[in-house]
């Protein structure tokens, strides 16, 4: 049996994120284009006593974690993801898993997410289990939306709750400057504020979703002056409204030379979209200055989920 497993698992950002009418299951249907960047959580598994799973936070992470701001028992996803892998298998292993988090937390960049599909990776290595990807895949979905999706990595159209996943191949590299915020906003939360902010304008949704084929065609090709007018978030100013400050971000990103920017998922985590590598890094320190933040420059597609060792 190995002595441990490592594996590592990408943030995300939506570069586009539409969402339809509350449906009266109380989901909304989504159309998201996901992009993972190369800003990626590692999960390292080793044994522990039998039946026992639990998480700790590495000193290694690279983003400031509060107190008790992660939860390292049974609410933790990569705790979750173990104890629905020994479910699945009979397995009746113990583990602790040591979490190196890179990714910030409750920003609507699916850190959680990663450290769950990481934790399924190393865990199916650390036991031994010999799951295919694809049954790795199916329990991710059932850990949550976006865990399919750090599975799989690179850049992918998600339908349904987001988890309708078809890849997109041959994506060129994309520059990014990601803004992290000092609180985090919850997802049902931002829904809800959405469903408000549609029920009290004159207009309804009424357009179709679906994402744009000009985007998918500029990301190809790794324009980004032509990605930039098509980045769109439907649950952008249902962030904003919960978070007024998110507009001096907006603003100082527009002056510091972004091309564009957006909130990414439901926020508060600002994604900036510059020219090139050169540029992120420039407009990351420039923020990094005015804004009191640690802006970080990223850069996507990226691999899914993956044992390192
Ligand atoms: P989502 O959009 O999926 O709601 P997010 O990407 O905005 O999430 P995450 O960093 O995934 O944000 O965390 C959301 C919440 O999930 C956190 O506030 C935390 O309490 C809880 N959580 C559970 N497990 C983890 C984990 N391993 N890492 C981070 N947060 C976790």
Redesign the pocket.
Known sequence: MRDFATAAAPGKINVAFQVGPLREDGYHDVASLYLALDLQELVTAYPAEAGTAY?EMSEASTIILEPD???TGE????VKAARLLCEYTGHEGGVRLS?A?H???????????A??AAALVACDALWGLGLSRGELMRLGARL???VPFSMTGGAAVGLGVGDELSPLLHVEPSHWVLIPASY????PRVYGVLDELRASASRGEAEGIGIDPELVTALRDGDPETVAPHLRNDLQAAAVHLAPELEQVFEAAKHAGALASLVS??GPTVAVLARDGREAKRIATQLSDELEVRAIPAQGPSQGARLLR
């Open positions: 998480a701001e992660v939860p609410d933790n996803l990569a979490i988090k990714v910030p937390v409750a920003g609507g960049m699916g850190g959680g997410s450290d769950a949550g939306a976006d985090g906003l919850s997802t998922g439901s």
